[in-house]
């Protein structure tokens, strides 16, 4: 999403690479997430474009972060208590 919002005295431009749903779900995270991270209300954030991107070309972490193929599982951790470790020696 590109667009732009008022930060102060100037008006701040912003590109923003979001995961949703549709458009709609989009334009709404976009929106929680300026509002509550720049204290700007929702009819002053233009939003001058939207675009679906494929998800290998982002930057953004949280999105590198889902799309991540090799998605491993941390080791399994094995515990033995005392009394099973002197049974099987």
Known sequence: MIGKFPNGKTIQPF????????????KHRLLSTLGSRHRVTRRSITIDSIEHIDPSTSKEAKVIS????????????????????????
């Open 15 to 26: 590109l923003q690479d979001i995961m949703a749903d549709d458009e709609d779900d989009a």
């Open 66 to 89: 889902a799309f991540r193929e090799d998605k491993t599982t941390p080791p399994e951790v094995v515990t033995k208590n005392a009394a099973t470790a002197s049974e099987e020696e």
